[in-house]
């Protein structure tokens, strides 16, 4: 199975995404869920900032499980300003991360993500 990786920077968030480009019917069940990380390092703040920025990337990743596509694998970097961010700011800045990336069916095919008011 070859793969396709991609990464693209919005803000203080930086997204890896892996998918599955040529998919055989052998290597890969296309119906499987996409895997999605987390990276928060101590560039981001103390302890109790990281966790809060890592709580508000899941909180905004929940709202948009639904949109990824399918077999895709994301890594979500947080980069030191993440830890000034908003929960909302989080949220736009990961839609535009995914609209760049085209990996949510939303940005396919010009509908607005969940939770994007």
Do not use: C, K, W
């Amino acid at each position: 199975m070859t793969r396709s990786r991609r990464r693209v920077r919005v803000g203080a968030l930086v997204v890896y995404a892996a998918d599955a480009a040529f998919v055989e019917a052998a290597d890969v069940d296309i119906r499987q869920p996409s895997r999605i990380g987390l990276i928060v390092g101590r560039a981001v703040g103390r302890s109790v900032v990281r966790h809060q920025v890592a709580r508000r990337l899941r909180a905004q990743l929940f709202l948009r499980l639904g949109a990824l596509n399918s077999a895709t694998d994301l890594v979500i970097r947080a980069l030191p300003g993440a830890g000034r961010m908003s929960s909302a700011a989080l949220g736009r800045a990961l839609d535009e991360a995914l609209r760049r990336l085209g990996a949510n069916r939303a940005a396919a095919s010009g509908r607005p993500a969940l939770g994007t008011v």
